[in-house]
């Protein structure tokens, strides 16, 4: 989410930075060519103004179509030209004084002409119309091969009678443009990395109490009850959303606690009276007359079967209540000591106990919870396994948990009864002859929860059940 998040946030950042950048850099471009063309005018126009108004001149012989100046005028058509060369040696603009028809007056140049198409044909008729050329297309810095051409009208009387044309190299003004771009693009850059140091403060700020709450929902997912969200910074919104989860969480734990006291206590105080009503049984068997032994007999049975499931009861309330804290264990050695205390039982039911696993197997577990659910899946799977098989235990050190496996030679459960295996009060439909009152392996596998762990059903070929119990492995320091 974290990326998510600042994936947009950054995409956002990058296309305001663009909306700002851009018309920056085009406005900068047409403004240092603003400026080339303004003194590209200005030069035109003083070029025109120091042409002779008055008076006779070699200008005014050229602008009369007179074949030859005077010879007085020479010298001074000679100084136009030699100003015009020297403003093309200086600056390295191509610059002429041309007549209405194209003829030259002073160019440099001296084989420049007015251009026959382009830009500068219509800067030039913009000036014949009695106008300065107006502003030539952007010259950008790609664009190598473009050049900036003006033209400003020389009148006389009103009358445009001459043009004075000037083409400048864009190469400085491309590598001003450059260099200006260089620098938005360097504090654009800037801009950026301040933006993504605050996204990323943004984006940490807002998914604190996020993970926070995540971690408190699946704490209380797997049975940590006791996990809440502890108070915090963020957005206002997130921090009454933590208060509400952590009211929830109470009013759960509440009701949840209630449910279960509810349970403790009704199969506590229902125990006694059954115990009453089992000794009055008897009693009134005494002085039954003959003949009534086999309905005496299914009132006894009953009457056992009755206790049993409220013993159950009582100690699934009593796994729910239980929160013990995990510790270091050995498993080997406790299911070593477990498989020794249910060997008679088994041995009585004809069925062989195995047991194979490492000396040592270490895990986070309740010695007494891990134990009471190895006796769990130990009864469930000598109660269904034929006279004759055998019960296989097997302790696994896996990478990041310990796992006790308990597989025996029963029926075995369907593919699609195993995710209800461990249900409460669920057995399969073809196991209900079989005693018990399916409470077993939901005691199992809430002891488990209590400390972490967890409990797994798996077929075993040709049949059987293998059920898995798993506790995580000490943290590595």
Not at 86 to 103: A, E, P, S
Not at 425 to 448: C, E, K, M, Y
Request: hydrophobic share 45%; aromatic share 4%; charged share 25%.
């Amino acid at each position: 989410m974290r990326t998510r998040l600042l994936g947009i946030l950054i995409a956002l950042m990058l296309c305001v930075l663009a909306a700002l950048g851009l018309p920056l850099a085009a406005a900068v471009a047409a403004a240092e060519q603003s400026k080339v063309v303004v003194d590209r005018l200005d030069d035109a126009a003083r070029f025109a103004q120091d042409l002779p108004t008055s008076g006779p001149s070699a200008v005014d012989s050229a602008l009369k179509g007179d074949p030859e100046p005077a010879p007085g005028d020479v010298s001074r058509r000679h100084a136009i030209d030699a100003e015009v060369r020297r403003y093309h040696d200086l600056y390295g603009v191509r610059l002429g004084i041309f007549q209405r028809d194209g003829v030259p007056i002073a160019a440099a140049p001296a084989d420049w002409r007015v251009p026959p198409g382009g830009w500068g044909a219509q800067a030039f008729q913009e000036a014949l119309d009695g106008r300065r050329s107006h502003n030539p297309p952007q010259v950008w810095p790609w664009t190598d091969d473009r050049t900036l051409t003006v033209a400003t009208p020389v009148v006389r009387d009103g009358d445009v009678v001459a043009v004075v044309l000037s083409e400048s190299p864009t190469g400085a003004l491309r590598t001003r443009i450059l260099h200006s771009w260089l620098v938005i693009g360097a504090g654009e850059a800037a801009a950026m990395i301040v933006a993504v140091l605050l996204a990323g403060r943004l984006t940490e700020w807002v998914l604190r109490p996020v993970r926070t709450l995540d971690r408190a929902t699946h704490d209380i997912a797997t049975g940590r009850m006791a996990a809440r969200v502890a108070p915090g910074g963020g957005p206002p919104e997130l921090q009454r959303l933590a208060r509400s989860f952590n009211e929830m969480a109470d009013h759960v734990v509440l009701a949840m606690d209630q449910q279960k006291a509810f349970v403790a206590d009704a199969s506590h105080q229902l125990r006694n009276p059954l115990a009453a009503l089992l000794l009055r049984v008897e009693v009134l068997g005494l002085e039954l007359p003959e003949g009534h032994e086999e309905e005496l007999g299914g009132v006894r049975e009953e009457g056992v079967r009755l206790a049993r499931v409220l013993d159950d009861l009582l100690g699934l309330a009593t796994a729910e209540h239980a929160r013990p804290g995990p510790e270091q264990t050995d498993l080997a050695a406790l299911t070593l000591a477990r498989v020794d205390a249910w060997r008679p039982v088994a041995e009585q039911r004809g069925i062989e106990l195995r047991w194979e696993g490492p000396a040592l197997a270490v895990g986070m577990a309740d010695p007494i919870g891990f134990g009471s659910a190895l006796d769990a899946v130990l009864d469930n799977a000598l109660k269904f396994g034929p006279a004759g098989s055998e019960v296989r235990l097997k302790v696994s050190v896996r990478r990041d948990e310990v796992a006790v496996t308990v597989a025996d030679a029963g029926p075995g459960l369907a593919e699609d009864e195993l995710p209800r295996a461990g249900d409460r009060f669920w057995r399969s439909p073809r196991h209900q002859n079989v005693d018990g009152s399916g409470l077993g392996l939901s005691i199992a596998r809430t002891l488990l929860a209590a400390g972490g762990g967890s409990l797994a059903f798996a077929p075993v070929q040709p049949t059987g059940l293998a059920v898995t119990l798993t506790v995580p492995r000490p943290e590595k320091r």
